[in-house]
């Protein structure tokens, strides 16, 4: 299985089980990563987070802290699986297959590139129009119907450029992984 596969199958319920433990109507335990006297390990369907000891993660991560193992062998342990490699493949064979994934892993960083580009080009024409409307107010006399125009449209330019910012943002928090 692979680790999607093993997400899928497990729940944070069933890994609590393993090890007998039960959450209270809240979905708290006591944390067993620390000694407390009040639950404070909050258990959400796919994940766990300790409010006493800041400790959080996934099935995996409760398997090793709870056994003291590494992630392979929590993998292991979850009846995970990896995919066998061909002994009888050349090492040329080999060393493409690794070019392969790598190629394939720069097109995929590619592609996020293109789209966060394509955001900040959004993003450019939004403040561009947001100007323009502004600059409208500024120059067109008061309620004229120009001004009105401008008036009416000011807003929605802000706004749009406030989603894309945020957009933005995500995008590049995401990739330099915070």
């Avoid at 692979?2 to 319920?13: G, L, N, P, R």
């Avoid at 090793?64 to 193992?69: C, D, L, R, T």
């Avoid at 409208?136 to 706004?159: Q, R, V």
Wanted: charged content about 30%.
């Amino acid at each position: 299985m692979t680790k999607e596969e093993i997400k899928q199958s497990y729940s944070m319920t069933d890994i609590l089980n393993r090890y007998g433990l039960r959450p209270n109507r809240a979905g708290f335990i006591c944390c067993p990563f620390h000694k407390e006297k009040t639950a404070s390990l909050k258990i959400y369907p796919d994940s766990f987070y300790c409010f006493g000891c800041g400790l959080n993660g996934d099935i995996f991560t409760f398997v090793q802290k709870m056994e003291g193992i590494s992630f392979v062998d929590a993998f292991k342990e979850l009846g995970g699986t990896f995919p066998k490699q061909d002994r009888n493949q050349s090492y040329v064979d080999r060393m493409r297959s690794v070019r392969d994934r790598a190629i394939l892993a720069d097109q995929r960083q590619k592609e996020k590139s293109i789209d966060l580009s394509e955001k900040k080009r959004q993003l450019h024409i939004a403040a561009m129009w947001a100007g323009m409307y502004r600059e409208g107010m500024k120059t067109f006399e008061p309620f004229s119907d120009n001004w009105c125009f401008c008036a009416n449209n000011l807003e929605p330019a802000f706004y749009r450029l406030e989603m894309l910012i945020d957009e933005v943002w995500k995008e590049v928090k995401r990739e330099i992984g915070q």
